[in-house]
């Protein structure tokens, strides 16, 4: 017995192929050869794959007989089309006019069967792809093959190793899992990563204040060597340098937030107004620098400084080291709780403050102290990163030469002192 489909079905059904259609028809405009397909085809195909359907919506036998039918006159039609040319000359062997035939066929079904949602995203996903040809083929010519090798290694970490590691601590010394490790690599790398996409291949982002911005997404201690070195080669880019380095670090402060929250919620929620405010503290002091403080006369126009995309995140060498340096951290905060307790985490803080202090946030976020108060965690990351501050005041200063980059250093210092005050406080906070 056919199933009666509800009016909104048949209404989307008829929406989405002549969307179809008229994308097909648009699309194909300027060329002079007539192609299968269009505003008047696509809906008629949608339904009779819609009307086929009902007729046996459990085992598909009329369906599957049409789609038959149709794959046969496509069939003919690809054969006589690939002996033909294009305008550069070249032969046509594209299979985009017959799937989106068969997938104007196959919408009938699946409007009628599965949810709206499905139906619009796979319709939209469609045009996109269809209107967006030359885009693409841009994107896919910049693209580097070593890329893609390293994206096809990321996904192997990911949907391979990372289910397949045991999610049970494998030594006494620590209780983080050999999958919390894997897990906070693919987040960190990551983020990270789209940074580094974001730098490689958005023009915007290769200078000025958006390529600072990315590099503190990426990191901050990096984009601060980078631009006080810009500093120092003088006046033309120096309020952009200087600028670029605070804005790095505000950005730092959110980007440790994002990372906490993925793993710990409830620590976030204890960081989100410390870190917002020092973010705050950090982007008002940036805007100071850059509007307020006078222009020098050969200053070069905004997207003057440059800043060269780090190494690839995703690669095994830095993957391997942020594992190593995570397991590590683990072990020897481990090992500062149970020698000095909660004393030995803020002393252990303030020295990781001179590295990478991402494997130290995630080491806590991710419960690898226990018996820990969140707020001395929170306390613990405020002196990570303070630290890490005073480190970059330091950089700034010796690459540019003192003076060039003397209002950042000044302001990586502030932040610095705000952040240990804020977790002095926190810390004092805590019951005894």
């Known amino acids: 017995m056919i199933a009666t489909p509800s009016p909104t079905s048949?209404?989307?059904?008829?929406?989405?192929?002549?969307?179809?259609?008229?994308?097909?028809e648009d699309f194909f405009a300027q060329g002079k050869a007539r192609r299968p397909g269009g505003i008047r085809t696509f809906p008629l195909l949608a339904i009779a794959g819609g009307v086929l359907y009902l007729f046996d919506p459990e085992h598909f036998l009329p369906f599957t007989g049409g789609l038959l039918v149709l794959g046969g006159w496509l069939l003919v039609y690809y054969l006589r089309h690939v002996s033909e040319q294009d305008e550069l000359g070249e032969p046509n062997v594209g299979l985009v006019i017959p799937v989106l035939n068969v997938h104007a066929y196959l919408l009938g079904a699946i409007a009628l069967a599965l949810p709206p949602w499905f139906a619009v995203a796979v319709t939209v996903t469609s045009v996109l792809l269809l209107t967006g040809r030359e885009q693409l083929h841009a994107l896919a010519r910049r693209v580097e093959m070593k890329e893609i090798i390293t994206a096809g290694q990321f996904l192997i970490l990911t949907g391979i190793i990372l289910p397949?590691?045991?999610?049970?601590?494998?030594?006494?010394?620590?209780?983080?899992?050999?999958?919390q490790v894997w897990l906070a690599l693919v987040v960190v790398c990551t983020l990270s990563y789209m940074s580094y996409l974001a730098q490689r291949y958005w023009a915007a982002a290769a200078g000025g204040l958006w390529m600072?911005?990315?590099?503190?997404?990426?990191?901050?201690?990096?984009?601060?060597?980078?631009?006080?070195?810009?500093?120092?080669?003088?006046?033309?880019?120096?309020?952009?340098?200087?600028?670029?380095?605070?804005l790095a670090t505000a950005i730092m402060y959110l980007r440790i937030l994002a990372i906490t929250a993925v793993f710990n919620m409830p620590l976030a929620r204890r960081l989100v107004l410390p870190l917002c405010v020092l973010s705050l503290a950090g982007l008002l002091i940036c805007a100071l620098q850059y509007w307020a403080f006078p222009k020098s006369a050969?200053?070069?126009?905004?997207?003057?400084?440059?800043?060269?995309?780090?190494?690839?995140?995703?690669e095994l060498g830095a993957a391997a080291t942020f594992a190593i340096l995570y397991i590590v951290t683990s072990l020897v905060s481990t090992w500062a709780t149970k020698q000095f307790g909660v004393t030995g985490i803020y002393w252990l803080a303030a020295i990781v403050g001179i590295s990478d202090i991402d494997p130290f946030v995630l080491n806590l976020a991710q419960g690898g102290l226990?018996?820990?108060?969140?707020?001395?965690?929170?306390?613990?990351?405020?002196?990570?990163?303070?630290?890490n501050n005073i480190l970059k005041a330091f950089y700034a200063a010796c690459f540019a030469g003192g003076r060039a980059t003397a209002g950042s250093a000044a302001a990586l210092v502030l932040l610095a002192v705000a952040g240990v005050a804020i977790a002095i406080a926190i810390a004092i906070a805590l019951p005894s």
């Open 164 to 179: 397949l590691l045991p999610n049970e601590p494998v030594t006494t010394l620590t209780s983080i899992t050999p999958r």
């Open 10 to 24: 048949v209404a989307l059904l008829l929406g989405l192929s002549f969307f179809l259609g008229l994308a097909f």
């Open 298 to 314: 050969d200053e070069q126009p905004q997207g003057a400084m440059k800043l060269a995309a780090g190494g690839n995140p995703l």
């Open 212 to 246: 600072a911005a990315l590099g503190g997404l990426y990191s901050s201690t990096a984009t601060t060597v980078v631009l006080a070195r810009q500093a120092k080669t003088g006046p033309a880019v120096r309020r952009q340098a200087q600028a670029g380095i605070t």
């Open 370 to 387: 226990t018996g820990i108060p969140i707020s001395a965690l929170a306390a613990a990351i405020l002196i990570a990163a303070s630290s």
